[in-house]
């Protein structure tokens, strides 16, 4: 195995959008997450890094994290992230969970029927 080859990490093949900070390079940048892994992602994006710049994602239900650029390769590129994630975090669909019922329809009566009606 050459070093830093991680090919034998499990990645999960996605499509998601997310955030990207570059350290010196002012502001956020939309970009695609192609592959994560609990070690790192592949970005795709207009945004030129380079190997070794150091960066910031925010991936949907996992925050941000900190990493450096491992690879570029025309508008794809690899992240090693500084600490692991739990990948599978970014495939659990928004609005999931204990209370899964939009925000908007919360609190929401429903109608009265029948037997609930007055007389007039």
């Known amino acids: 195995m050459i070093k830093g080859d991680n090919r034998q990490i499990a990645r999960d093949s996605l499509f998601l959008l997310a955030d990207l900070r570059v350290d010196g390079i002012e502001g956020e940048h939309r970009i695609k997450v192609r592959n994560l892994s609990a070690r790192g992602m592949m970005g795709e994006g207009v945004v030129r890094v380079v190997p070794g710049a150091f960066v910031s994602v925010n991936i949907r239900n996992v925050g ?56 007039i």
């Open 64 to 119: 941000w994290v900190d990493g450096s650029v491992a690879w570029v390769q025309d508008s794809r590129f690899g992240v090693a992230f500084r600490d692991d994630i739990d990948p599978k975090l970014a495939r659990v669909p928004i609005g999931s969970g204990e209370n899964a019922t939009p925000r908007h329809a919360r609190g929401h009566r429903r109608p009265m029927t029948g037997g609930g009606l007055r007389k």
